[in-house]
């Protein structure tokens, strides 16, 4: 049921189909809740507060336990390290985003993201979790300087005109 | 217990030592798995090649022309990117030429640690099979050749296991995969196309760029700062395997003075570690990320910050990060 629920919600369901979810999503306790609960999790993953929503106490509850999925690169840390985790784009919202240069070829890819968090909370939901603010390091630079990937980062302003020959 | 370093002492690896035996590219195919791996490596260099290859290392994708000519023991060789930022290198040895059009700039610098598919290997075979135990495994069909598949397993988990396909005509590394601590695989190199010589143009490994833009501005000092500097810093104990490669001052964006690199190698995988000042707002905590093969560690100890990037597991980069000290 909560896979229609689902399909409902992304509007991949239709005309009886559809019909059908609808009249389950209404029709008990538990499936209302589940119902709350994906749309407080798309809420939570488009960056909003789910609290708007009138929700049943419980769905908090729920939206504890379920809500890591929506940081699935978040790591679990052994304790009393502070560490920077890759975090994924959903949970973007609080840190300084760094460019990450596609290896050898070189392309800037929209990625990683370096988050500064501490671990005791290293497993709860993004829309709770305590993001430290730390100035973004730029995992980029050093891979570029590690590589000696061309990158228009390194094209520093230079004084020296002098044509180059490559044969 | 500290050891004395000279710069140009005996512990390191000049690139030199790769450029060993020039020959056996077209020699039959050897029945051992350290003549595979030493013929494949030999193949990159000595033969002619062009093609495009696709690497795919974590969540990034990207595509790549490559033209190689070996003339008169010479390499020439035309790298272009095909994804994102035009940009081409030629590269002639060693001697880098990186043409980015879109900035009208040539950098030169010169190879130091520069991996370009399918020349992967930073040390001779029997040096790589200290870190590595090295094994043939099955033959398979790709891109319309026969290429037999070399097995790397690392003798320990301070490095990642690899794969290589070799070309069985020629030796070349045709495809060659990575794979994480838990057999997962991490990073591929494939050609995507490929056209084995001996017939490759000369004109396909010289720039095309260079005639579209006028006026080049040039900047020669990645080449100069690749010469190479005693930077005062070492890495006490160094993961088994590894040895230095070199070791300099880069220049990098926003900072007002150049870092110090440290790299370090066993062969196929490679680490360079950072030394910079701890400048304000000083980091006061470990940070760390992984994606694919790359591994990115930095730690702040006292008024430094010490980064550790390179191909290597994260235990590995803490392990050389925690390890960082003034040579004495």
């Known amino acids: ?167 | 217990m500290r050891k004395r370093r000279v710069l140009a002492g005996g512990r390191r690896w000049l690139p030199a030592l790769v450029l060993g035996a020039a020959c056996g590219a077209y020699a039959a195919p050897p029945s051992d798995a350290l003549g595979w791996l030493q013929r494949a490596m030999d193949a990159a260099r000595d033969s002619s090649y062009a093609g495009v290859f696709v690497h795919t290392n974590g969540d990034r994708i990207s595509t790549v022309r490559v033209t190689h000519l070996n003339s008169n023991g010479d390499e020439h060789e035309r790298i272009e990117a095909l994804d994102g930022p035009r940009y081409e290198i030629v590269r002639r040895n060693d001697e880098m030429f990186c043409y980015y059009p879109d900035a009208k700039t040539i950098r030169l610098d010169r190879r130091v640690n520069a991996r370009f598919f399918p020349s992967l290997f930073r040390a001779p075979a029997a040096v790589i099979a200290q870190s590595y135990d090295v094994k043939l495994g099955s033959l398979e069909h790709v891109l319309g050749y026969e290429c037999r598949w070399i097995v790397l397993e690392p003798r320990d988990s301070e490095r990642f296991a690899q794969r290589l396909c070799s070309e069985t005509g020629t030796g070349l590394v045709v495809r060659e995969k990575t794979f994480g601590l838990h057999g997962q695989m991490i990073e591929q190199y494939t050609f995507a196309d490929l056209k084995l010589g001996p017939h490759i143009p000369r004109r396909d490994v010289k720039s095309i760029f260079e005639a579209r833009v006028k006026q080049w501005i040039t900047d020669a000092k990645p080449r100069e700062e690749a010469k190479g500097v005693d930077t005062g810093w070492e890495v006490e104990k160094l993961p088994a395997g590894f040895r230095e490669v070199t070791e300099l001052r880069r220049t990098l964006p926003g900072r007002p003075h150049p870092v110090s690199q440290l790299i370090f190698s066993d062969g196929l995988a490679s680490l360079s570690v950072f030394v910079e000042p701890n400048a304000a707002p000083t980091r006061t905590t470990e940070s760390s990320s992984e994606d694919g093969t790359t591994t990115f560690f930095a730690r702040p100890m006292g008024d430094e910050l010490v980064t550790v990037l390179g191909e290597v597991p994260l235990a590995t980069a803490e392990e050389v990060a925690a390890s960082v000290g003034h040579r004495p």
């Open chain 1, 1 to 167: 049921m909560t896979q229609e629920i689902s399909a409902l919600m992304d509007g991949e369901l239709e005309g009886r189909e559809a019909e059908a979810a609808l009249s389950a999503c209404c029709g008990d306790e538990d499936r209302k809740r589940t119902w709350y609960l994906y749309h407080a999790i798309g809420e939570a993953m488009r960056g909003q507060a789910p609290a708007r929503l009138a929700m049943p106490a419980n769905v908090f509850e729920k939206l504890r336990q379920q809500a890591t999925v929506v940081a699935p690169r978040m790591r679990l840390r052994p304790a009393a390290v502070t560490r920077v985790a890759l975090a994924a784009a959903a949970s973007v919202a609080t840190v300084g985003v760094v460019g990450w240069l596609g290896s050898q070829g070189g392309n800037p890819a929209p990625v990683p993201v370096v988050a500064s968090k501490t671990t005791d909370q290293a497993i709860q939901p993004v829309s709770s979790t305590t993001i430290v603010p730390a100035p973004a390091l730029s995992v980029q630079e050093y891979l570029v300087a590690h590589r000696q990937i061309p990158s228009p980062d390194l094209y520093r302003p230079v004084t020296n005109t002098a044509p180059a020959v490559a044969r």
